[in-house]
RNA sequence: GGAGAGGUGGCGGAGUGGUCGAACGCGCUGGUCUUGAAAACCAGAGUCCCGGCAACGGGACCGUGAGUUCGAAUCUCACCCUCUCCGCCA
């Protein structure tokens, strides 16, 4: 949600900043026009509230020194008459007030956030801007198979079955398969918890529908969510954990001391993904679950940016100690997602296909999460509370992740070398051979 | 699933129809005293909304929502949450 002011008083502001993610000015002046009834209404309102106040204080006063005084009584009974009126037209104004503040924070709920100053404007990714690249694509002296290819001939991942169990767009790990998922969640967890200082967490992986709110997947894209009615509750599945993991502070007000918060977890994601049907339909790129090692931060205004830039380093470390070659892309003002004031993405290279693929996105929200889900911290002692900001970013996305090591890290045998910082998680595993120093993944037998 | 208890400010805890944004205690902030600290004493301090350059004025908030009433923290109803006991269960 953005800050009221701008539908309040500064539309022109707005509009330029909609403007960029592709909204009409329409949108704008409807706001505007709401906003201004409302306020009329709320004066009209409390205005009477105020005179009410004041009768009723006056009856009481009248009551508690009438005793049996005639003239005091009836003076009281024309106050209660008076009080009475006024308290009919109260409601009247009270009913017209709620009608219209449901509208404007319908309209509100639906508008993106603005896009930070030093994002490039542009309807969609062409208009994303490479920020750096890492590692050079590797050289195969032979015709590099894709990851469904090797996982399938490796034994290790199975998705004719997953799709007997489940249906389309599921995935089944088997044997070295499941232990190199669960290695490198491990590893990344290890990674951002010893070295780079964030508090592991297992949240929910349902969460309710204020939750979504809170971060801004709901109420606008409900068609992207599974979710789940039992006895009379309903909950959604989680599609990445940055919802419980930014939602852990909502409705608080965080002290000095207790910013930055800096948040890790594992979770399994559940997306619907309708509309990509017949959109990487093969292997673990796309699917209705996948496994997710999240980064959230959240941090102070004044030092959200440089934390964004700090929590893609983080995320770039995973890769780089997996030797896995990379670009970081800056969103355009278009690509970005709902709630995201500035956004970089790391893709991953691809082998198999020739080209990078997204494995991170990493995303400042600003305020924009934190009105939404009441988010405050004191600057200091005493101070009165701001709305805190808010980053999540993964680090990373643990399927593709998986796809980029089997792709990258193959043999002309078919096995896959594992990088050394996984090691100590596999090293002595069923379907891991040694060889001098390195670690191989076998084909394992079915 | 069955039975019961309860949700009040940062915390503890009063308040059962009017002057209650809410006693009291702890904690917190500022001051006096002190070489400094502690103690003692004095003062202050919630959040949101509306108007206002501001000072300030007004409105709302005692789990949430509706209702009764001239007037609700207090009465009624529904919902949510927490806790205890029994049952079941990883």
Redesign the pocket.
Known sequence: MLD?KYY?ESFSELEIGLKKRGFDSKFVSNLSEISKTR?AL??EA?AL??E??Q???K???L??KAKSDPAITKEADAM?LR??EI?DKIKIADAKLKEVEFSLKDLALAIPNLPQESVPVGADLTSNKEVRKWGAPGKFSFEPKDHVALGESLRVLDFERAGKISGARFSLYMGSGASLERALIQFMLDLHTEIHGYTEVIPPFLVSRESMMGTGQLPKFEQDLFKTSV??RDLYLIPTSEVPLTNIHAREILEPNQVPKYFTAYSPCFRSEAGSYGKDTRGLIRLHQFQKVELVKITNQESSLDELEKMVSNAEKVLQMLELPYRVMLLCSGDMGFSATKTYDLEVWLPSSKEYREISSCSNCGDFQARRAEIKYRSA??E??KFAHTLNGSGLAVGRTFVAILENHQTESGEIKIPAPLHRYLDGKKGFKKNGNDLYMTRQID
């Open positions: 009221p309040q306020k709320i004066q409390e509230k105020s009410r106040n009768v009723t204080a009856v009481a006063e009551k508690s209660v009080s009475r308290g006895a009379d002692a005493g009165k509370p």
